[in-house]
Every structure is written in structure tokens, then in C-alpha cells.
């Protein structure tokens, strides 16, 4: 906001026009921001020319090779959280009328999502709209045949009060989440940052248990580390071996929250 200020203070239009496009997608913008904005956004969704290779997502998007290190760790003990999570739809309240069929559908959201999926490279999950949803977009995690299955919710809040650029900012990013290396930031599958440092502390001592877990809650990690060697195939573990061997030769500078960031 202070930047969208002082830009129109000097009349930097285009950087106003920005400032004030990046305050509506985080939904902070006031009447005025969103106003200038509106006026001048192009109507509809830019659509790319081409797809997000994963070597683009790892060169571009990732920050630097440790948070990829990390990324990689996390994306290996993934499947192991996810299925820890798994519950009936029916404690969720869901049931299987309520499932989308989104490839194929005409409805802007519907459309939408299948075009983010494809872009971003990312598989769409099995997508469900309740009528007793209030939220945005959740995540769950649901046993269908007795194995887990992640699920999108959609709820009547999705949609909104907000823009068509506006709603493809926000399905990109939950879609995003739906990565192997994204996926456990979703709360409804580790509930804080202090927990994911647990696991990632613990992911590391599966394979070198002399890993130093300053700053993580030890009994948490070795139950975490017990889970892991019951849980994890051997596949899963050696892909935690290749990917952590930067962040074991350097563990004072292991920091979640950078990662996060």
C-alpha cells in the first residue's frame, strides 16, 4: 500500500496499477486500490504459451539448491503423513454425489482448474463441491478402497467477491500445494511449522541418526522416525538419502522457516 502511494504520488501509473493488483490478490486492497485496478485490468485470464517443466520449477522457483534439498527430503515421507491422515468421507461429510467432474465441465471454475493442472504440471486430485462447505478450499484426505485419496473441497466462499485473475491466483496457488514437495504445508496435514520441522528433523535421522535435532521436540522427532521405518519403503528411503546429503553436511543451517518462505 505505501508503495501504490508513492508511486502515484510521482505518477508511476503502471507500478500503481502493480501495487494495487498485488493488494487485491492478497484481498488487503481498499476501495480506491481496487477500484484503479478493475479499471484498468484486462478483462479474462492471460493464458500462457506453454507449460512448467519441472527443470523450470527447480531452476526458477526454487530459491536455492538447499530449500530444493529440503523440498526433496519432505516430498519423499510425504505419501507416509498423507496416509496417516486418511479418514472416511463420512467423518468429513462427504459422499460420493458430491464429487466434480471438472474435465469436461463448462463452468469457469471447472475450466479453470483443469488449465492450472495442466500449465503446472501437477495431477489434479479428486475434486468435491458440499453444499456444507464454508471454505475457500480445503484439503482432504479421504480412504476410498483402503487407500488414502487427496481431495480438493471447493466451498461457496471460493468464488466470491472476487475477479476471474483474482480466483486464478488463488486455485494456482492451492493447486501448486497439491506438489509432493508442497504438500504437507497444508495445515489439515501438518498442523504447525514446529511439526514440520519435527518431520523433517526426523526424515534426516532416518538416515543418519546422529543427526542433530536442535530446536526440534525430540521424543516428537523418534516417534516420528519410528513411523517413518514402519511406514516407508525402501525406495522412499534411499530418495531421502540422495536429497539430504547437502543438509547433512551442513545442519546448522537447516531452517524450515526460510524454506517456507
Not at 506453454?50 to 522457483?61: D, I, Y
Not at 486418511?86 to 467423518?91: I, L, N, T
Not at 471438472?102 to 475434486?127: C, K, N, T
Request: proline share 7%.
Amino acid at each position: 500500500r505505501a508503495l501504490a502511494r508513492l508511486y502515484g504520488k510521482y505518477e508511476q501509473y503502471d507500478q500503481v496499477f502493480c501495487a494495487s493488483a498485488a493488494l487485491c490478490a492478497l484481498t488487503r486492497a481498499d476501495a480506491r486500490e481496487r477500484a484503479f485496478y478493475e479499471v484498468n485490468a484486462p478483462r479474462g485470464v492471460a493464458l500462457a504459451r506453454s507449460v512448467l517443466t519441472e527443470r523450470q520449477w527447480q531452476a526458477h522457483l526454487c530459491s536455492s539448491p538447499r530449500n530444493q534439498a529440503i523440498a526433496q527430503v519432505l516430498a519423499a515421507v510425504a505419501p507416509a503423513v498423507i496416509t496417516a491422515r486418511a479418514k472416511d468421507p463420512s467423518e468429513y461429510g462427504i459422499e460420493p454425489r458430491h464429487r466434480a467432474k471438472i474435465v469436461g465441465d463448462p463452468s469457469f471454475v471447472s475450466r479453470l482448474m483443469v488449465y492450472i493442472g495442466q500449465l503446472m504440471g501437477v495431477p489434479l486430485s479428486a475434486v468435491y463441491v458440499s453444499p456444507h462447505a464454508t471454505c475457500e478450499m480445503d484439503l482432504v484426505v479421504l480412504l476410498e478402497d483402503g487407500r488414502p485419496v487427496p481431495a480438493l473441497v471447493l466451498g461457496h466462499d471460493l468464488v466470491v467477491g472476487r475477479t476471474q485473475p483474482e480466483l486464478a491466483f488463488l486455485l494456482t496457488k492451492r493447486i501448486v500445494g497439491l506438489r509432493a514437495d508442497h504438500i504437507l504445508l497444508w495445515p489439515q496435514l501438518v498442523s504447525s511449522q514446529r511439526e514440520l520441522q519435527v518431520i523433517l528433523a526426523a526424515a534426516l535421522r532416518l538416515v543418519q541418526p546422529k543427526f542433530p535435532v536442535d530446536g526440534a521436540d525430540g521424543t516428537a522427532v523418534r516417534k516420528y522416525v519410528s513411523f517413518f521405518h514402519k511406514t516407508l519403503p525402501q525406495t522412499q528411503i534411499e530418495r531421502i538419502t540422495g536429497a539430504a546429503a547437502p543438509l547433512l553436511a551442513n545442519p546448522d543451517k537447516l531452517d524450515i522457516r526460510s524454506w517456507i518462505a
